[in-house]
């Protein structure tokens, strides 16, 4: 899921969270995205929605275990840190895959 500027979208793109302004529901999610309901929802004042895509990773795999080592190098010592990194890790390895 994505969090997308209105003026960055596109027909086609799917809606992963419902449009709201208010407590009123404006669109429901997985609607797919045409350049007329584009143009209403701008019309109505709503900045960004969520679309329903696979999010970009910033950096690379390896990076991000590196980062994740270094972040836990002084407290390496701690059980319940090293449970905690390896949580961790498995989330990293989870987002490449």
Same mark, same amino acid.
């Given at each position: 899921?994505?969090?997308?500027?209105?003026?960055?979208?596109?027909?086609?793109?799917?809606? @992963?969270?419902?449009?709201?302004?208010?407590?009123? =529901?404006?669109?429901?999610?997985?609607?797919?995205? $045409?350049?007329?309901?584009?143009?209403?929802?701008?019309?109505?004042?709503?900045?960004?929605?969520? =679309?329903? @895509?696979? $999010?970009?990773?910033?950096?690379?795999?390896?990076? @991000?275990?590196?980062?994740?080592?270094?972040?836990?190098?002084?407290?390496?010592?701690?059980?319940?840190?090293?449970?905690?990194?390896?949580?961790?890790?498995?989330?990293?390895?989870?987002?490449?895959?």
């Amino acid at each position: 899921m994505l969090k997308v500027s209105i003026d960055k979208l596109d027909p086609g793109m799917k809606l @992963a969270k419902p449009v709201i302004k208010g407590n009123m =529901i404006l669109v429901n999610k997985d609607i797919e995205l $045409t350049e007329t309901l584009i143009k209403k929802i701008q019309n109505i004042g709503i900045s960004c929605v969520y =679309i329903d @895509a696979p $999010t970009k990773q910033s950096i690379s795999k390896e990076e @991000a275990l590196q980062q994740l080592d270094w972040r836990f190098k002084k407290v390496e010592d701690k059980p319940y840190m090293n449970m905690l990194k390896r949580l961790v890790r498995e989330h990293i390895e989870g987002l490449y895959d």
